[in-house]
């Protein structure tokens, strides 16, 4: 990962600003490449079928106004 510092905008910078994917050389990459560029990834391994199976679906409580 670059060296780099985290610097805010606004939505409106943002909207301008060009990201740095080089989707044309993405689109040209096999399915099979993608997953092997993934897998090589340290930081992007896959999760473990054993960390699923004590795995709970939880949803959030609806929030409540404070000042109403």
């Known amino acids: 990962m670059k060296?780099?510092?985290?610097?805010?905008?606004?939505?409106e910078e943002w909207a301008k600003?060009?990201?740095?994917?080089?989707?044309d050389k993405i689109k040209g990459m096999t399915d099979e490449?993608?997953?092997?560029?993934?897998?090589?990834d340290p930081?992007?391994?896959p999760?473990?079928?054993e960390m699923w199976e004590?795995?709970?679906v939880v949803f959030p409580q609806q929030n409540t106004?404070?000042?109403s």
């Open 3 to 11: 060296e780099q510092n985290i610097t805010r905008v606004s939505r």
């Open 47 to 49: 999760i473990p079928d």
């Open 43 to 45: 930081d992007s391994q």
């Open 65 to 67: 106004a404070v000042n």
């Open 17 to 23: 600003m060009k990201g740095e994917t080089d989707w």
């Open 33 to 40: 490449e993608i997953e092997k560029n993934a897998l090589d």
């Open 54 to 56: 004590d795995a709970q």
